[in-house]
């Protein structure tokens, strides 16, 4: 079946460090991709998604580019802020699965002054 | 702007009392979903609607039920709270894209489940 593996939390950076958040996934289909961010207490938001080999997504600085060869969707950001504290999620829907999303575990990351 | 509403955003049931959640959305989205999600962990679909059309996932509670009135309105029926069940439960819906490329969903903000 389909499955997202995501790197364990929590990831502990200072602020303007490099972020990198490795993804990888299996699927029968042909999957879109998604990476969603929650912060405290809130539901999820979509970051950014690709839907296509080599597709790159991207937003508020963070990015994302699909990778089939490799089965990943890494999530990256050259300078985080203290406000980019939360728990991202890698997902991954299928045509197959009529769009049902499959996350990854979520990992925490908490960036400090 | 377009949303997805959840109410309320905190509840607090007893033991066995029975309790609705509620979710609207302004996105003339077909598609409706309802998450579990407990601390540290991933959401968990319950179940979703496409239409009128309710889908149960296999390891669904039967003590969880559903009712969509209409396309803005669906709610989360919880007949007899116990204690594994406090989370916190989220909305979110999609365009119907069967066939097509899976579309996005979008999320409410949810609503956290406190059961004494």
């Known amino acids: 079946g389909d499955s997202v593996t995501q790197m364990e939390g929590p990831v502990t950076l200072s602020e303007e460090a490099f972020l990198t958040i490795n993804c990888t996934y299996t699927a029968t289909g042909y999957p879109s991709l998604f990476w969603y961010v929650q912060y405290p207490g809130e539901g999820l938001q979509l970051l950014l998604k690709a839907t296509k080999a080599d597709d790159k997504g991207s937003n508020k600085g963070f990015e994302a580019t699909y990778r089939k060869e490799t089965t990943s969707f890494h999530l990256e950001k050259g300078s985080v802020q203290v406000s980019d504290s939360a728990v991202y999620f890698c997902a991954l829907s299928t045509t197959d699965s009529w769009g049902k999303l499959q996350f990854g575990a979520g990992t925490q990351v908490v960036v400090t002054p | 702007d377009a949303m997805v509403i959840q109410n309320p955003r905190y509840q607090v049931t007893q033991f066995g009392k029975p309790v609705t959640l509620s979710c609207s959305q302004t996105l003339n989205h077909n598609v409706m979903y309802w998450y579990q999600q407990k601390s540290s962990q991933a959401p968990k679909l319950l179940f979703h609607y496409y239409d009128k059309d309710f889908n149960n996932e296999a390891d669904t509670p039967d003590n969880f039920q559903s009712r969509r009135p209409n396309t803005s309105f669906c709610f989360l029926d919880i007949r007899s709270p116990g204690l594994g069940d406090a989370a916190m439960y989220l909305c979110?819906?999609?365009?119907?894209?069967?066939?097509?490329?899976?579309?996005?969903?979008?999320f409410g903000p949810g609503t956290r489940l406190t059961v004494l």
């Open positions: 979110a819906t999609s365009r119907d894209n069967r066939g097509r490329r899976p579309d996005t969903q979008y």
